[in-house]
């Protein structure tokens, strides 16, 4: 049976404003990184996936290139949905793309030429069937690339229709504040900064989040669960259905002492809240003004509904900050640091 989208999709959410842009997004945004490949098509667990959070107000769904398995399967996948059942809602959605890891062989399959990210766009847009993408985002900073070139093909992007917004993900505060001067020099807002940052990797607070509310650019948290670590999910053993054991992004090594001694207390602190660790998590992700969105993945309908259930208590008291703070302190997690160092 075709889908038919929940009229009351739009009741529960605040959307919140993304900078200064004219964009409001959702508080939760949904990431194809992980459980949405594969050669033939996406499981029907995933599918669910993309119908359970539209029906209940995710407009957002975040992808990039190399997104699978296979690399770019996410995407094709995605464009199928998106050619049937989500074919008529097209104009209700923020659907966003990135390049900048290696996608193909060669000297132009990754980092910030123009060359890469133009063409990888052309691709990303075949695959998802679409004629353009609202977001697109340089993946990471390329500190061979000169930032003006890669700020040209940004623009370019905006100035032939294919993507409506830009972005960057994973760049330092003084890259973004260079890219953004850039990016206005060429008649082009930077709309929104995709970082990692959870209770385990706080790298953000140090400067980026100021940088971000001066400049008026949006913020979307990537991670804010730290790959489902934080969860019960390793407190006792490694489940066979988990992404440590899918031996993809997530090393068991990840999993400390000192690591296991924070999930439990923060753990007890969720639970006074009314919230499980997962849903405090991304309360907290979102305490933040400057805080658009937190960008989170999902294994599972459950999963997600269990994430989305989080909107349900977003304050904190001064109290229980200043608990939280004892125990959300940096793990070496953050894969993604290269390309945010100075
Ligand atoms: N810009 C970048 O460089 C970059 C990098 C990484 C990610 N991203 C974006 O951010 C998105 C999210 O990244 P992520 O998947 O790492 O985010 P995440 O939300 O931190 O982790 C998602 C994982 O946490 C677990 N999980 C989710 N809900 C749960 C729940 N209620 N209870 C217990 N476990 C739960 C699941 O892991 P299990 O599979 O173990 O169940 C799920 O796959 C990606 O899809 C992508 O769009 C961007």
New binding site residues.
Partial sequence: MAYKANNKRYKKLEYRRSGKSGLLLPPITL?????FGGKKSMTKEAKKMLFRAFDRGITHF???NN?GPPAGSAEENFGKVMNSDFKKYRDEMIISS?AGYHMWDGPYGEWGSKKYLTASLDQSLKRMKLEYVDIF?S??FDPLTPLEETADALAQAVNQGKALYVGI??YSSKQTIIINKLLKQRGISCLIH?P?Y?MLNRWIEKDLLDTLKKLGIGCIA???????M??G?YLKTIPK????S?NS?LDKKMITQSYLVKIKELTKIAKKRGQ?L?QMALSWVLRHQTMTSA?????TVK??D??LDSQNNLNFSKSELNEINKYAKEEKINL?ATSSKD
């Fill in positions: 990431g194809l990184w992980h459980n975040d992808l990039a997104y990135k985002y993946h990471r993900s994973s995709q990692s959870s990537f991670s804010p669960l730290a790959q489902g934080l969860s999910k259905v988990s992404r440590i899918d992004s499980s997962p960008l989170i993945g999902a294994r999963q997600l269990e994430c993604w």
